[in-house]
């Protein structure tokens, strides 16, 4: 998992999450392997709050799902020191096709990169 600061010219490459792995998929039947998950439903809002089973980087995952939707409009993650990382999805759309090259990452010659593995 990489998770890049274009404006601190930083990137975390993080190795051995199974959760995130999980997580990435939105899928509640995978999620759930990791997870306590809540729901929550107000009018065209459906929120789930998905709290880690076992250790864990984080202390929740808090995602938005509009108009009954199957893919999130956000994500919230919050950590073990409640900061907070928020990712918000537009112009969503479900199984385009697209190159498998869009999901290689390569930062910049720049960008300092901090590697780091979970177990």
Request: hydrophobic residues 35%.
């Amino acid at each position: 998992l990489w998770i890049y600061y274009p404006e601190l010219k930083e990137a975390d490459r993080l190795d051995g999450i199974p959760q995130y792995s999980s997580m990435m998929h939105f899928d509640i039947s995978r999620l759930s392997r990791d997870y306590e998950i809540i729901g929550f439903k107000k009018n065209n809002l459906l929120r789930l709050s998905c709290i880690p089973k076992g250790k864990n980087l984080l202390r929740r995952i808090e995602m938005d799902f509009l108009n009954e939707s199957s893919f999130p409009s956000s994500v919230r993650l919050t950590d073990l020191n409640e900061a907070v990382t928020s990712i918000i999805f537009k112009d969503i759309r479900i199984n385009p096709d697209i190159s498998d090259d869009m999901f290689r990452f390569t930062p910049d010659k720049r960008t300092t990169v901090r590697e780091q593995t979970i177990k």
